[in-house]
């Protein structure tokens, strides 16, 4: 038995029948940190101790007869989200050295459900971009060809590199505009970004608040739903948490696909996409259909100009969340001859070009003479859209579409900011409705790398989202087991 | 009204008031940490990981601020916003941790919107001043640069406690109304009114050398009579009355200067000199900064519903102005004595408390208070928390109350009961009545007693009977003051009187 290439489900199966240890499988994931993880970069920090300890721990409740919903999982946390003790670098040189003396809800809530800590997974730095280019310590890599060093996409790209390739049996992401779904995709796993509002953001570095979304990141849609169900909840320290919970026990229960009407976008008609993407989507509607779900089409008409208000949204904010690393209190410090001085080369020394060309952005669109036409359009267009979706969803129980336009590209892909930008195009839209949506396999392309697509529902309908990936991961029938991507 | 004399003629003052008082509350406006910054606390012992803005903290909304923002604006007379925003007002400075202010900008509703105070204003009369909006926002932290030779030191005690912006409202469209504040004086005075309100309702402390009470002053000067108003400049961070009433006086003879030697004045944020008392530019409106105002993603639109409304409103306590309306109306009280005891609410409740029920104790109590009590605070308590010296002999208001009822009673007279009082001060306790059994005071309303001292009196001094009897009347404060000697001081005066007048015809 190949112990990283247990499922979630499996592994707590196992885990409960006494077949394998907590020990034992946090060991085997060490073991294949300390063989694979150099090569693929998907850790800045690793935390060997701290897993063998929460192993330790988990066993004995194992042992006592009163384990913990997750207990005993070799988890992956972003290394976006703060864990007290160690170092949260958000990928940036500005928190290179910085260690919180608090715990992220999100991380807490998977303490308290008994997962292991094996690391901080590498991510875009302040989780801007979509290959994992940008961090401070280098991008991490898909698991896939891997003398090809193709992008495991971003920006939760270390954790999708880490998953795919068998160094966690499942993490954590965070969506601001696609960036758990565009790395899921790509690297043949599940990526789920849940409605705005069901997981707290209570620790977790801030990018654009009202877009950033935690969410799960594993190999199956199974395993999503239980990491998901650890995540969720209330915080009454985030004043955007929901007051609505979510909750899987084993597994997903079936969703009826007769009669189940699935909405497709028009408007994403004109947009190229690759021959496989099309090929593949196409398949998984024909399957969808000969179980009886009624596909129809529905319009969002703004859809492609999301794209556009949120790289007005997404800097704005983050120009502002991210003032406070000013070097004054904790963080990089550069001294100048004077205050600002030491805030102009503090900030210049801290942050990557990819952050200061979209805090430049963000400061143009807020001030006083552009607000209106940028910033304001922009908050119209959202609005629009989030209607547009909420009238669609009157005459379907679920969307799907692509999740990208196909396949994972080189590392080295020489694209301008404006190409990047353009890999969000399919899935911004629903971070500025904010509501779930769900990347999942649709299986393989000609290059033999994975495609996803997404299952996109209304708001707090997260559990239909996974029902329908669910089916959708049957047809697509991927086989992503790490040993047989990138070997034992 | 205001004026004053320039050189080419009379010019008239427009004065705005952007007044920010300290929220009272245990903790700040965003975060869990203690609200207390005061000196005494070492510095950084309340700042949370929200309030130093460390990576992911989020702010949470002080219920409690808001309840006092509401009840604030319930005592301006206001209206209150079901749904305002929060917004970000940014700006680098390294006592604004995060990077940006918090706080209710002019684009968005405030919680408070359009309200007004009365004062009265240089002629004595009522005047309205109305009020634009109040809205919360977050206070900044306090940098030291004395701590240190070279370096300056950061507490963020003070960072996030609540300010409420109290920010006066100048009706261009209904100028006729005059209903905005003209002249230093009345600056203080509607200064005074919000601080008044505040210390009432338990909203602030709004004391301006503490720090919890601070104003930007807005000035701007035109001629008599003009129908425009002129150019303002604002002065910052003004923190005394004082201080503000020569701000104005200054800062308008400047503007009055430019203007009448051919200039304009520029919208300029200003700074006070408190030493020589006069205005420099500290911004000129071209270097105005860009805050980059927008909506705190981290926060929802804050909805209040009627019932919190209406709850507060059952809870507020009369206001000191209206207070003082009830004492004059229905007391009989003078504006002068209304004034005094309704200086703060707990001299109200102390003197409310010795009237009681019986209404006609009402003006001989305020005389007690104002010309005798208040001249030994140590002998009375109007706050119940405060420690205070056991060996010290308290005059209650039931004290005050039993010694205005002997007189009234004709049980003692007028100087048997300063002696009472005197013997409170000087530590007697048991009650005035005791006090009067115990040293024997008290007065002879005996009608046979009184008429063998008044015969007496008649017989001994026969000359002054004569001289009364042709006509010189006021010879009966000498007859009155005989028959008081003989009686010890005992005698009723007015059955003395009486008796007196009836004997001498």
Known sequence: MNLTDLTIAEALEKLKSGEITATELTRAYLDRIEKFGDQLNCYITLTPERALADAAESDKRYAAGNPLPLDGIPIGMKDLFATRGIRTTAASHILENFTPEYESTVSQKFIDAGTVLLGKTNLD???????????FFGAPISPYQIENKLTAGGSSGGTTSAVASGLAIGGTGTDTGGSIRFPAAITGLVGMKPTYGLCSRWGCVAFASSLDTPGPIARTVDDAALLLSAMAGYDEKDSTSA?????????????GLNKLKIGVIKEFDDVEISPDMKKLFDERIEDLKKSGAEIITVSIPNILDALAAYYIIAPAEASSNLARYDGMRYGLRVEGKDLIDTYKKTRAAGFGEEVQRRMVVGTAVL????????????ARVRRLIADAFNRAFEQCDLIVCPSSAGT?????????????????LFTVAMNLAGIPACSVPCGLAENKLPLGMQVVGRAFDDMRVLQLAKHIEEFAGLNNKPSEIMGK | MYTIKGKTGDWELVIGLETHIEVTSNSKLFSGASADYNPSVPANTQASFVDAAMPGMLPVLNEYCVEQAIRMGLGLNAEISKRSKFARKQYFYPDLPQGYQISQPAEEPPIVGRGWVEITDDDGNPKKILIERAHLEQDAGKLKHDAHPTKSMADYNRTGVALLEIVTFLDTKNPENNSYITSPDEAEKYLRQIREIARS???????MEEGSMRADVNVSVRRVGAAEFGTRTETKNMVSFKFIKTAIEYEARRQIEIIENGGTVSQDTMHYNQDSGTTTVMRSKEDALDYRYFPDPDLLPLIIEDDLIERIRATLPELPSVRRARYMSELGLSEYDAARLTESVQISNWFESAVGDKLVRAKPIANWMISELFAHPENFVLDESIQRDESIRIIAPSDLAELVDMISENEINGKMAKDIFVKMLDGETGSPKQIADKFGLKQMSDTGAIVSAVDDVIAKNASQVEQYKSGKVGLIGFFVGQVMKATGGAANPEVVNKILKEKLG
């Open chain 1, 367 to 378: 001030s006083s003479e552009s607000y209106e036409v940028y910033f304001m359009q922009a």
């Open chain 1, 125 to 135: 730095e302040f989780a801007m971009g979509t290959f994992s280019k940008t961090s």
């Open chain 1, 243 to 255: 007051n609505a919970g979510f909750y899987v026990k084993d597994r997903l229960t079936q969703i």
């Open chain 1, 408 to 424: 994972a590209l080189p590392l080295d892909s020489d694209l301008s900011p404006l190409e990047y930008y353009a890999l969000d």
């Open chain 2, 201 to 207: 309702l338990g909203v602030s402390n709004a004391n």
